[in-house]
């Protein structure tokens, strides 16, 4: 046996005979073995090739031109000093047999390989060259060069050392080659007989589809399973049968057609979306509202809202009446950031038993994410809905539509007006995609929208919205949410166990009213999260501190000095401020209006702090009312020829605007010229007209809590919103006084402090 540097050949099989130049550094070797390896493993038998010249490569590489000489079977291995694998090889020189079957199959293969080139159009130059091979093992060898032979074959025709068996071998792989191309052939000639004016496009695809009948692959098998697929999806008549109609046109054009993939994709999407499954429904009223209790506080219109749907599907099942699919749930939740309004979704779902989808819709502006694309274009999808009802398995899902006021409009349509149909309870029951042009019900599932601000979404979309609003959180439902909720969450973000730490509820009324204002409770949380972070550093650092209770040290070492001051008596305090009640898209606010006056020649009215148009008019009717009743106000009428007047609204980044801080404004003047500061702990809203008429606003139960959070105690607000004080909480209720309104003379007397000297004295 001789020893031998082992060069593995990846995926590639070299025979004796063959001459090849490979990237391996080959020097002071005379002869090497090359052995093939797949994944890591060894064939048991290589080529020994001689070391012909040693070359560098194009790139600065080394190489070695090899020339195959025999087989050699790989023995032990081992490393020589360079490290490199070397192996015992004994050399197996192939042998010339005489017997008279080595004599029949080398004539056999003979003729096989010279049908197949002649099938391959060869011009004799290869055929003269197998004829010059006289012996038998060359011979065999030659199928190495076959293009068709596979990796495995090549190997298992290499490790066959005896000449007969091989040669064997090597022919039946030329059979199999020569059976190929003689079907191959008696396919193109039929095919070309009856096409001979085709394009070789038609050409190419006919012989598929002859090669597959050859094979008994057909496009039957395709056809029956999506057959299969249709029957199981339980699709209502009209969706089966334009199921069949596709399956019926894939059937005629075949499996090679160019309408075949988009065909099969549309299939498949009709196939997915869950036509006969739902769902099964909790029908327990007092179940329902438990869930909903655990995992949200307060919310009741929203929760009794669907303790109500249940209730009623509940006696319609138990009374045998057949569903309605106009009865559909759709809630529009309305408010400020930080609400619930999203958490809420998936605890209805989970309090029905049903499945829930989130479908964000802020900044969608393609028509198409709704309704889906026609199938006429590459790449079509259907749309949102379609995916989320497969998204959630069943036909009765919970979807949640979130930000539903942010949904834009450009060139490619407005989403806004394809939801029409979809939260139409009287029209989704045949709500159609453009993708699956079939008609799909969407009676059972419970939408719920989100929005911040009803403005700006569409009327038409709008009125078919049952529309619930989030008002905000008092400052007790704030302290019951953190204690029950906010605080156990962020505890057990950080680490913390629930005996290690705790906060009593002044320490959470210090958080709510010196760190936070918002109508939510997201900013809240973050401050919670601060505080106990804070408080895990410290039990991490030294275990024997806990268990903790959080103190207004604490709070104040996490969250810093305060951030939020009550300064209603402070801004009050001098004639010409007034304190006025707002409300945002973050919810309920104090704005504080101030008014001036200074000499001039040039009377008139100055506005500033980014009024809108609406605020404007309001300010110069407020004028105008003071001036057409100075009299009664006790003011010197000669004034407003002498002064240039200047009314200001603080916080002059953020933009302002609507009619409700009329009263607000004619307050302020008033105060100013009659020399008679605003109570400090007086807040108002409501429009005033030129007759001095005060006219009923919006939000008021936003405008409540934010006054009620900013300590205020005292409310005027119009006659005609008497009745929205129904919607403040009682505990808001019990702590505020309330003065209905229909005049701004009213307004004055209870907002004004009494004359402290001769009014007019800006004279």
Do not use: C
């Amino acid at each position: 046996m001789t020893s031998l540097l082992l060069i593995p050949l990846d995926d590639t099989v070299v025979f004796p005979t063959m001459d090849v130049t490979l990237p391996v550094d080959a020097a002071g070797e005379d002869r090497v073995l090359l052995v093939p390896r797949h994944e890591g493993e060894y064939a048991s038998v290589g080529t020994i090739a001689t070391v012909a010249q040693n070359v560098r490569l194009p790139g600065g590489g080394r190489g070695a031109m090899l020339e195959g000489i025999s087989r050699g079977v790989a023995g032990a291995a081992h490393t020589d000093h360079a490290g490199r694998l070397r192996v015992e090889v004994e050399e197996r020189v192939d042998n010339v047999p005489v017997d008279g079957r080595t004599r029949e199959l080398e004539r056999e293969y003979r003729a096989t390989v010279e049908e197949i080139l002649e099938l391959r159009g060869d011009d004799g130059r290869i055929a003269s060259w197998v004829r010059a091979i006289t012996e038998p093992g060359a011979l065999a060898d030659t199928s190495g060069y076959a293009p068709d032979l596979t990796f495995e074959q090549k190997v298992q025709l290499l490790e066959k050392v005896d000449v007969t068996e091989r040669l064997e071998l090597a022919l039946g792989y030329q059979r199999e080659r020569l059976a190929e191309l003689q079907v191959r052939a008696k396919i193109r000639e039929d095919v070309e007989s009856g096409a001979a004016k085709q394009q070789r496009e038609y050409v190419l695809r006919k012989q598929m589809e002859s090669i597959r009948r050859e094979l008994g692959e057909d496009d039957g098998s395709v056809v029956d399973e999506y057959r299969t697929k249709i029957e199981a999806a339980n699709m209502p008549d009209e969706v089966r049968e334009q199921a069949e109609r596709e399956l019926a046109r894939l059937e005629r054009s075949g499996e090679q057609s160019g309408e075949a993939q988009t065909i099969r994709t549309y299939l498949d999407v009709l196939i997915d979306v869950p036509w006969g499954k739902r769902s099964e429904d909790k029908l327990d009223p007092t179940a329902t509202r438990e869930t909903l209790d655990a995992d949200h506080a307060g919310l009741n219109d929203v929760k009794d809202r669907i303790v109500e749907y249940v209730a009623v599907k509940k006696l319609r099942e138990e009374r045998g009446i057949s569903a309605d699919k106009r009865s559909g749930a759709i809630l529009t939740l309305i408010g400020p950031p930080g609400t619930g309004k999203t958490s809420i979704g998936e605890s209805i779902a989970r309090a029905m038993g049903r499945e829930f989808v989130r479908m964000s819709l802020g900044g969608v502006r393609d028509e198409a994410e709704i309704r889906g694309h026609r199938r006429t274009y590459i790449g079509a999808l259907p749309g949102r809905l379609v995916r989320a009802l497969k998204d959630a398995g069943t036909m009765n899902p919970v979807i949640l539509l979130d930000e539903v006021d942010k949904v834009g409009a450009d060139w490619r349509g407005d989403p806004s007006a394809a939801l029409l149909e979809v939260l139409d309870p009287a029209q989704n029951s045949t709500f159609r995609d453009h993708y699956l042009d079939v008609e799909l019900d969407l009676s059972e599932v419970v939408f719920i929208a989100t929005a911040n601000q009803a403005e700006t979404i569409p009327g038409p979309l709008l009125d078919r919205m049952e529309v619930i609003r989030f008002d905000g959180y008092t400052v007790e439902e704030k302290v019951a949410i953190a204690r029950d909720y906010l605080f156990a969450r962020q505890r057990e973000r950080n680490g913390l166990h629930a005996e290690e730490v705790v906060a009593p509820d002044g320490i959470l009324r210090t958080v709510i009213a010196e760190y936070t204002r918002e109508a939510g409770v997201r900013q809240l949380e973050r401050e919670l999260g601060k505080v106990l972070r804070k408080t895990a550093t410290k039990i991490a650092t030294d275990p024997s501190i806990a268990p903790v209770e959080i103190d207004l040290d604490a709070v104040r070492d996490a969250l810093g000095r305060q951030k939020v001051f009550h300064e209603a008596a402070q801004r009050t305090a001098v004639p010409g401020v007034a304190t006025g009640l707002s409300v945002t898209g973050t919810g309920g606010d104090v704005l504080f209006i101030e008014a001036n006056a200074t000499k001039s020649s040039k009377p008139g009215l100055q506005l500033t702090g980014q009024l809108g148009d609406v605020m404007k008019e309001s300010a110069r009717i407020a004028l105008t009312f003071v001036r057409a009743h100075a009299e009664e106000l006790g003011i010197d009428p000669d004034i407003f020829e002498r002064r240039e007047f200047h009314m200001h609204v603080p916080a002059g980044a953020i933009p302002k605007d609507g009619p409700s801080a009329g009263i607000t404004m004619t307050t302020a003047l008033a105060s100013l010229l009659t020399d008679r500061p605003v109570k400090h702990t007086v807040g108002m809203t409501g429009e005033v007209t030129l007759q001095g008429r005060v006219l009923p606003i919006g939000g008021l139960k936003q405008k409540v809590l934010a006054a009620h959070a900013a300590g205020l105690t005292d409310v005027i607000l119009p006659e005609r919103n008497r009745g929205d004080l129904d919607d403040v909480p009682q505990d808001v209720r019990d702590a505020m006084t309330f003065h209905p309104v229909m005049t701004v003379t009213e307004v004055l007397e209870l907002a004004l402090e009494p004359a402290p000297k001769k009014a007019g004295s800006l004279a």
